[in-house]
C-alpha cells in the first residue's frame, strides 16, 4: 500500500461513519412553527380583538398574536371604566400546534400574561380556555334560549400587583386559577390523540 493511500483510508473511513447522521438530520425536536406574516397578524388582531376598549384590544392583539402558540389565542378583550382597564384572553384548548402538557400549558399561560401585562396599561388579565361542545342539529344557539356552545376548561385571574413578584410562581400556587379536572388529564395522556379531541369529549 503506497504512502498516499495509507493516509486517504482512515479519512474515507471516517466520512462513511458520519454518513448515517448525516443522512438522518440532527436528533432535535421539530422547529417551533414560524411567526406569521405581518399582515396576517393585523387581520388577525382586528378579528379576535373585543371589548369596549377595542382599540387598545387591536394593539395587545397585535403583539400577542404575532407570535404563533402552541394553544390558539382565539379572542383577546380590553375592558375598561375610568383609567382601569381589564385584559381578557381566550386560548382554545383543543387543536394545538404542538403537544401540550400540563406544564407546559401553564408555561404559555405565563407568557401570554406576561406579554399582555408588559405592553399594556391593563391593572388585570383573566385567561379562560375553552372547548367546543356538541350540539344537536337544530338546536337555538343565538338569542335568551341559546345552548352553550362551548365550556371553559381553565381559567385564571392575575391582578397585575399580585402577580408582580413573578406570574409562574402566582400561577403554580394556585390562587384564583381553575382547572377542569379531565381536560388537565388529556393534556397528560398520550401527545400524538391532542388536537383531535371531538365537540364535547372529555
Given at each position: 500500500?503506497?504512502?498516499?493511500?495509507?493516509?486517504?483510508?482512515?479519512?474515507?473511513?471516517?466520512?462513511?461513519?458520519?454518513?448515517?447522521?448525516v443522512?438522518?438530520?440532527?436528533?432535535?425536536?421539530?422547529?417551533?412553527?414560524?411567526?406569521p406574516?405581518?399582515?396576517?397578524?393585523?387581520?388577525?388582531?382586528?378579528?379576535?380583538?373585543?371589548?369596549?376598549?377595542?382599540?387598545?384590544?387591536?394593539?395587545?392583539?397585535?403583539?400577542?398574536?404575532?407570535?404563533?402558540?402552541?394553544?390558539?389565542?382565539?379572542?383577546?378583550?380590553?375592558?375598561?371604566?375610568?383609567?382601569?382597564?381589564?385584559?381578557?384572553?381566550?386560548?382554545?384548548?383543543?387543536?394545538?400546534?404542538?403537544?401540550?402538557?400540563?406544564?407546559?400549558?401553564?408555561?404559555?399561560?405565563?407568557?401570554?400574561?406576561?406579554?399582555?401585562?408588559?405592553?399594556?396599561?391593563?391593572?388585570?388579565?383573566?385567561?379562560?380556555?375553552t372547548?367546543?361542545?356538541?350540539?344537536?342539529?337544530?338546536?337555538?344557539?343565538?338569542?335568551?334560549?341559546?345552548?352553550?356552545?362551548?365550556?371553559?376548561?381553565?381559567?385564571?385571574?392575575?391582578?397585575?400587583?399580585?402577580?408582580?413578584?413573578?406570574?409562574?410562581?402566582?400561577?403554580?400556587?394556585?390562587?384564583?386559577?381553575?382547572?377542569?379536572?379531565?381536560?388537565?388529564?388529556?393534556?397528560?395522556?398520550?401527545?400524538?390523540?391532542?388536537?383531535?379531541?371531538?365537540?364535547?369529549?372529555?
Open positions: 500500500m503506497s504512502a498516499l493511500a495509507a493516509a486517504v483510508l482512515p479519512l474515507v473511513a471516517a466520512v462513511l461513519a458520519l454518513a448515517p447522521a443522512v438522518a438530520g440532527p436528533t432535535r425536536g421539530p422547529s417551533p412553527p414560524p411567526a406574516p405581518a399582515a396576517v397578524v393585523d387581520l388577525d388582531a382586528s378579528l379576535r380583538s373585543a371589548g369596549d376598549r377595542k382599540p387598545e384590544a387591536v394593539r395587545l392583539a397585535r403583539v400577542l398574536l404575532a407570535h404563533t402558540w402552541p394553544a390558539q389565542v382565539l379572542k383577546v378583550r380590553v375592558d375598561g371604566a375610568g383609567a382601569h382597564e381589564v385584559a381578557g384572553l381566550v386560548l382554545s384548548g383543543v387543536k394545538f400546534h404542538e403537544p401540550l402538557s400540563p406544564r407546559g400549558f401553564l408555561a404559555e399561560v405565563t407568557a401570554l400574561a406576561q406579554a399582555t401585562l408588559r405592553s399594556s396599561a391593563v391593572e388585570e388579565v383573566d385567561v379562560w380556555t372547548v367546543p361542545l356538541a350540539v344537536g342539529k337544530g338546536a337555538v344557539v343565538a338569542g335568551d334560549f341559546a345552548r352553550p356552545t362551548t365550556r371553559i376548561v381553565f381559567s385564571a385571574t392575575l391582578p397585575r400587583a399580585a402577580a408582580a413578584p413573578g406570574v409562574a410562581r402566582y400561577l403554580e400556587r394556585g390562587d384564583a386559577v381553575f382547572w377542569d379536572p379531565a381536560w388537565k388529564a388529556s393534556l397528560a395522556r398520550d401527545p400524538a390523540r391532542q388536537g383531535r379531541d371531538r365537540p364535547g369529549a372529555n
